[in-house]
């Protein structure tokens, strides 16, 4: 099994910042990928931010502001979030792509989700 945890949500004003991180354990025998997802109330779940290797990829919203690193030694991989906008209001989610041992094919699985709440 694989789980992964999330951490670094919170309230934070206007124009603030907050690192979320986002570690995976438990029978990890390769990572394709991480990333982050959010969800606000009433919407669908929308793609935020991707690290694959050395690539990254994020929604043209985030962009110049969020910024995603990985510690491939840790299995984690975080979320820095600069210029926070209310609209950024939602429940971040993280997720892999992750193989447990060689002999299985990828799967992905999700963190539990954190809140973050972007408000004066």
Known sequence: QVQ??????????PG?????????????????L???????PGN??????????KSTTYAD???????????NA????YLQMDSLKPEDTAVYYCYGVIRSNRF????TYWGQGTQVTVSS
Do not use: H, P, Y
């Not at 992964?4 to 004003?13: A, P």
């Not at 919203?61 to 510690?71: E, L, P, Q």
């Open 4 to 13: 992964l945890v999330e951490s670094g949500g919170g309230l934070v004003q």
């Open 16 to 32: 603030g910042s907050l690192r979320l991180s986002c570690a995976a354990s438990g029978s990890i025998f390769s990572i394709a």
């Open 34 to 40: 991480m990333g982050w997802c959010r969800q606000a």
């Open 44 to 53: 669908v779940r929308e793609l935020v931010a991707i690290s694959s290797g």
């Open 61 to 71: 919203s985030v962009k110049g502001r969020f910024t995603i690193s990985s510690d």
């Open 74 to 77: 840790k299995n984690t991989v």
């Open 104 to 107: 299985s094919d990828s799967s």
